[in-house]
């Protein structure tokens, strides 16, 4: 038998993360790299994630079900990281088998029972915090998010294995609902009804019952009988709790960071994969230095058909940021580095990149900073921009020059090896380095 390194060298865990703020095209890139996986694991966030798949029926955006889906090998599986809206998932199952998908939970999906639930409660809060921000507002997906990990480290969450457990989960219900009624009574919200709460989420309960288990326990074993595991990453580098763009966040650890905690999986070497877009995308408020606020950034827009996978919010745009890019790549461990949607950059001539901040004081910075990101000058790199259509090449040394330059600079300012080019929408639509 190999020692075990050998068997992490030969199996290594996957991890796929996206690099600035979501919608980096994590779902194309994971339906593509589970084709050669066991395990396709979600550690983070909820259904505040929007990964869309390209399928031969059209369309697919997933919420909560991981990306691997579709390969009927793959064990997809909602680890303890995520916030579950059980609802809300029960419904996209039917959903994705309403459009031919297998979904078999217990067999190709598996749940945490240690993942947290999020209830109306918790989107009530969400969007009621929202509209009291007024100006100060983060742009949330209203999905309830913020306030199921909040009441989690509150300790008075609900985690998928209570569903199974009536009177646990009653006696948690009756709990959280007397201390958020406190609350909303005094702030104008309507009460909780802890018996219509319940009824709703035991039913629930029993139709994701075969699913829910001790998904940490599983992918151990799995890790230690040396399967492949893939770790699906949701939102971004920037959007992370503690590392990104505070308080213009989500509220998980978005980055590497959350891919032991939001599994169960023990810490060990992992291949991890940063996926950034050609150019740079953002929903939602906070900084952003390379936003176009211009016409250039209304092109890019249509050009990259660039409207939230969860919500339909017109995405932000803006050029490369080769100083955001290299701190996240940094941050997560990425070496590797997949650029998405080179294909959209056709016709932008000259590209720009920003390849340092100027600060207030006129000093260049040094490092990505924690404050005053609004305040940072940009500077840019000018480069000549292609005009050819991308979206069959498959090689890249058949890429346009200017193409090819591009990469090598992003490479270059990032110090990240470009090793996946994505070309267009489509799993088959990639260039291998
Ligand atoms: P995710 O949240 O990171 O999975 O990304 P989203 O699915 O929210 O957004 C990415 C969008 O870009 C989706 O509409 C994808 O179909 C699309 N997409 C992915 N890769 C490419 C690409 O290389 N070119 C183009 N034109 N579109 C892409
Ligand atoms: P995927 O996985 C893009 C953003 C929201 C908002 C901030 C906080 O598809 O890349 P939240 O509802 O999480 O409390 O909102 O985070 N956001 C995302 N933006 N892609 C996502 O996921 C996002 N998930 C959250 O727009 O700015
Ligand atoms: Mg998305």
Redesign the pocket.
């Known amino acids: 038998m190999l020692p075990p390194f050998f068997v992490a060298k030969l199996m290594p865990t996957t991890c796929v993360v ?1 690099i600035l ?4 095209g ?2 194309k890139v994971i339906d593509f790299l589970a084709a050669d996986a066991d395990y396709v694991v979600r550690f983070g ?1 909820g259904h ?4 869309t798949l390209i399928l031969s029926s059209g369309k697919c955006v997933l919420h909560l079900v991981p990306s691997g889906i579709v390969h009927r090998h793959v064990v997809n599986v909602i680890g303890n990281g995520v916030v579950v809206d059980p609802i809300h998932l029960v419904n996209e199952i039917q959903r994705l088998r309403d459009r031919g998908l297998t979904v078999d939970p217990g067999r190709n999906l598996l749940v945490s029972e240690r993942a947290h639930v999020i209830l109306e409660a918790h989107r009530i809060q ?1 969007q009621w915090a929202e509209q009291a921000r007024g100006k100060g507002r ?6 309830g ?2 306030p199921a990990y909040a009441d989690r480290c509150s300790r008075i969450g609900l985690r998928m294995g209570d569903l199974l457990r009536k009177d646990l989960l009653k006696a948690g219900l009756l709990r959280l609902c007397a201390e958020k009624n406190a609350m909303f009574t005094a702030i104008g919200l309507k009460a909780l009804d802890a018996n219509l709460l319940f009824d709703l989420l035991t039913t629930a309960g029993e139709q994701l019952r075969p699913a829910i288990c001790d998904a940490g326990g599983v992918l151990r074993a799995a890790h230690q009988a040396g399967k492949r595991v893939l770790l699906e ?4 580098c920037l ?1 992370d709790v503690e590392h990104g763009t505070y308080p ?4 998980s650890h978005a980055s590497t960071g959350g891919a032991f905690s939001g599994t169960g999986l023990p810490p060990h070497a992992m291949r991890v994969i940063g996926i950034a877009k050609a150019y740079a995308t ?5 900084p952003f230095p390379s936003e176009l606020t211009n016409d250039i950034g209304d092109r890019l827009r249509i050009a990259g058909n660039e409207f ?4 339909g ?1 017109p995405r932000r745009c803006g050029w490369f940021d080769a100083v955001a890019v290299r701190y996240s790549g940094e941050l997560s461990g990425a070496r590797e580095l997949t650029v998405t949607n080179l294909d959209v950059l056709r016709g932008f001539d000259p590209l720009q990149v920003v390849t340092g901040y100027r600060l207030a004081d006129g000093t260049m910075a040094t490092t990505f900073p924690a404050f005053d990101l609004e305040s940072v000058q940009p500077v840019f790199q000018t480069l000549p921009g292609f005009h050819e259509d991308l979206r069959e090449i498959r090689k890249f040394d058949q890429l346009p020059l200017a193409a090819r330059r591009y990469i090598e600079f992003l490479e270059q300012q990032t110090r990240m090896a470009v090793t996946t080019i994505s070309v267009g929408p489509e799993r088959d639509q990639v260039i291998l380095r």
């Open positions: 996206g703020w979501g919608d980096e994590k779902g966030g505040n994630a929007g990964h969400d983060i742009g949330t997906t209203g999905r998010i913020g990453g949701a939102q971004g959007l213009y966040v989500t509220s953002r929903v939602g408020e906070g939230g996978s969860t919500t919010r």
